[in-house]
């Protein structure tokens, strides 16, 4: 029984200090990415910029709003297929790490967070920010909200790894790279595939259920953005990018956004019936969702000039 309990003893002598290990490695190739995956163009952001303009959002920010029409010092982080949940722990850890935005935050929101069948994806989101998981708080919270039992996971070091780990290892060995050049902005390129690309994914099917601003989920995390913005004297101001052809749904619930947000006094800027007649026309479009290059530069041009319009007499061209 002694020779037994020695060997579990040493076997997860060995688990454990492997786990360290591989962790230390992972962790050394984590935080010095700063290509497009495993949150590269967030640690590049971290360690290397500061700035009084910051663009957040998901990719209709990555590809649609260009940081260089917002001042000489504005930065764009934006990650595809993310919502208000990651947005809320992204602000948090540039609070915990003193890369706030000195002036105003840009941040795309859209309505359909606020719709409560996506509650379970706002806290999923977050997951792919837990590398953070032992170094900030929130981010650890918001996790452990997954299960009971989610905590057990990161006994294990490499577990802030999972997913993702191995393309750390992978991708440069295949010259897969992409530094955050042009301030984080990725514009799309043209492409003849274009027109059916836009056609076949314009949603036809949506969950119709209610938005809920005053209860639910989204309304957390929102709260959580607008509290780090007024204790840190920063201008935040809500937008949600165009659509080339929104459904109904869309249009309502960009109109109780609008209800909620002037309640709230936080300027909003709806173009999801876009009013700019140039945006209407499908050379401005790379899918459904999503402008091209062409179209970026029309929409960047149009929300400086909105911004402007708004409170920001002394910004820079």
Known sequence: MRQFSIKIFFLL????????????????????????????????????????????????????????YFGSNSY????????????????????????????TLVLNIEPTDFN???????????????????????????INKASTFEFINYFSSCFRHNGEGLILITNPVQKITGLPTKRGFSALEPTPQDSTRIYS?????????????????ALYYFNHIVAICKKNNIDLIILTAPFFSPSDYL??????????????????LNYVSCENRELNSIQFWYDNMHLNK????????????DVKNLHFKDMKP
């Open 201 to 217: 994914s314009i949603q036809e099917k949506e969950n119709n259920r209610p938005l809920e601003f005053e209860n639910s989920l």
């Open 251 to 268: 249009i309502k619930s960009s109109k109780s956004m609008e209800r909620f947000l002037k309640k709230k006094k936080i300027p909003y």
């Open 13 to 68: 002598l060995y688990v454990f200090t492997g786990d360290r290990l591989i962790s230390y490695y992972l962790d050394s190739l984590y935080q010095n990415n700063y290509n497009y995956y495993s949150n590269g163009h967030l640690n590049y952001y971290l360690k290397h910029r500061k700035s009084d303009t910051l663009l957040l959002g998901s990719s209709r920010v990555l590809h649609s709003l260009n940081p260089n």
């Open 76 to 103: 764009l982080i934006a990650q595809p297929s993310k919502h208000i949940g990651w947005f809320a722990s992204v602000l948090d850890l540039l609070e915990q790490e003193h890369k706030l935005p000195s002036k």
């Open 294 to 305: 062409f179209g970026a530069e029309k929409f960047s041009q149009q929300v400086k000039t």
């Open 116 to 142: 409560p069948h996506y509650n379970k994806k706002l806290n999923e989101d977050i997951h792919y920010l837990k590398f953070y998981y032992n170094s900030n708080d929130f981010i650890r919270s918001e």
